[in-house]
């Protein structure tokens, strides 16, 4: 029996997808617990790259079971679009994707009303995906949702009621809008989502435990955008910390063993909101373009900066991090010399934590030399540079949790494993 979670320790984009997908025949099931089509995770193999929203990134090895669990958000058109893409790639997916129930459906108006809603926080808007999220969470959490297993039940009269509830909403907002095409390709998902298997996710998962099969629980978006722990209110709408696994799969807390924590060698984040380490200099932009920082999903840039430590060391402390993952080290393989903030000034004064408010913190930096080698093509750490190797006993001494796995690479294959002692 035996659960690992693993999960982004920043902004979201650490790379989960790809690491998740490198896990995954070490357990025989793995499970998204929260988030929804804001997700954008990409796995490259083969040659060929997948970019999955909803879809857990379990689905590529061998016949795994997938769960998509009931603390996710789920857009049946969305949905759809992204199975029917994988299966025309052939992946069969029908027998091996279960789906919770309890998982709330993201309706047509609830995309609406996110855009309404952004529109009126004018500049002090969050800059969200667009797809719903926190209209359909708040739902959930005003007790007025629809979940997938409505689906089954008296479910017209429910959207309706839903709907007239959001059109109400909408009208006080004097917000514009057109429903028909969104409406039609929703329930042509609807249609589609009826030939998956509608689970008790909790009875599975826990019946599975029991006969001692192991789960790897897949995080979307990052620490920095929980709802309770991230930079509030730019922030996404659910849980992304480890807790997040418990509720949004019904895990018992005591049944969780190893907390992977992943993270870029620097940082990045898409969207509105604080970030202390952001660079717009010409060291921000050489990261952006190595690094190929475009939304997989929106394709929006992502805002670049140096690695921050303060606030990855907030990430280990909320999420009980019990091994750290180092993704797109090989992006800063050309730099003579790197930053990581270890610290930030408030008003003059040097604090080392996590602050109520990071709004206007400014990073205090130490340099590190660069390792000014191509590490893309590396296959053991035994080839890793000198001041790699300094570079990664320095994050590990301030973090306090082993680094087990670093990535140099998008692909598969471009992952190397650390078997140093513990
Ligand atoms: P996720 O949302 O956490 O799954 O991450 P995304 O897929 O949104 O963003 C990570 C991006 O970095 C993707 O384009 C990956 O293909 C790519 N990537 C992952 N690991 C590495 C790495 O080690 N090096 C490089 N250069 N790219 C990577
Ligand atoms: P993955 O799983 C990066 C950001 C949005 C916005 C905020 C709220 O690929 O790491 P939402 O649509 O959730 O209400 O938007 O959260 N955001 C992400 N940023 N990666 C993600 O997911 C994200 N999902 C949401 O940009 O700032
Ligand atoms: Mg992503």
Redesign the pocket.
Known sequence: MKVDILL?LQW???????VVDVLTPRYDVVARFQGGPN????L?FEGQKYVLRSIPSGIFQGDKVNIIGNGVVLDPALFKAEAEALEASGHNLKERLHISKKAHLILPTHRILDAAYEAAKGDAKVGTTGKGIGPTYTDKISRNGVRVGDILHDFDKKYAVAKARHEQILKSLNYEYDLTELEKAWFEGIEYLKQFRFVDSEHEINGLLSEGKSVLCEGAQGTMLDIDFGSYPFVTSSNTVCAGACTGLGIAPNKIGEVYGIFKAYCTRVGAGPFPTELFDKTGDQICTL??EFG?VTGRKRRCGWIDLVALKYAIMVDGVTKLIM?????LDSFETIKACVAYKVNGEEIDYFPFDIEGVEPVYVELPGWQTDMTKMQSEDEFPEEFNAYLSFLEEQLGVPVKIV????DRE?TIERYTEE
């Open positions: 982004g979201g984009d650490e790379g989960k997808g790809k997700a954008g995770h990409t490259e690094g190929h997989s993704m797109k080290s090989d992006v990535s140099v690479g998008p471009q």
